[in-house]
Nanobody
Framework: QVQLVESGGGLVQAGGSLSLSCAAS????????MGWFRQAPGKEREFVGA????????LYADSVKGRFTISRDNAKNTVYLQMNSLKPEDTAVYYC???????????????????WGKGTLVTVSS
């Protein structure tokens, strides 16, 4: 059983930075894609970014491109989301997820992700 635990959320002022972590366990991740999604109050969960565990290919939503960076630590089975130049509209609960299905073309597709963490809240004040 795959377990994902996010951490690092909190309150930050607009323009600030925050780094989220997602610790994964329960299965080998070498053939997986790890994704970050977020859900703001009253809105649907949306794709933020993803990284393929082998090879390190990344994909980002247009709304965060150039501001957010995803990385991974193979030895720690941990994926990171570095968020810079944060905006109030980045406020949301951030979830990490993993899929063993799909291709590089489906990295941003929420429906392909089978395992989810419980989320961590990020609040950006103006």
């Amino acid at each position: 059983q795959v377990q994902l635990v996010e951490s690092g959320g909190g309150l930050v002022q607009a323009g600030g930075s925050l780094s989220l972590s997602c610790a994964a366990s329960g299965r080998t991740f070498s053939s997986s894609t790890m994704g970050w999604f977020r859900q703001a109050p009253g809105k649907e969960r949306e794709f933020v970014g993803a990284i393929r565990w082998t090879g390190g290919t990344t994909l980002y939503a247009d709304s965060v491109k150039g501001r957010f960076t995803i990385s991974r630590d193979n030895a720690k089975n941990t994926v990171y989301l570095q968020m810079n130049s944060l905006k109030p509209e980045d406020t949301a609960v951030y979830y990490c997820a993993v899929t063993y299905r799909g291709t590089a073309q489906t990295m941003g597709a929420r429906g392909y992700y089978d395992y989810w963490g419980k989320g961590t809240l990020v609040t950006v004040s103006s």
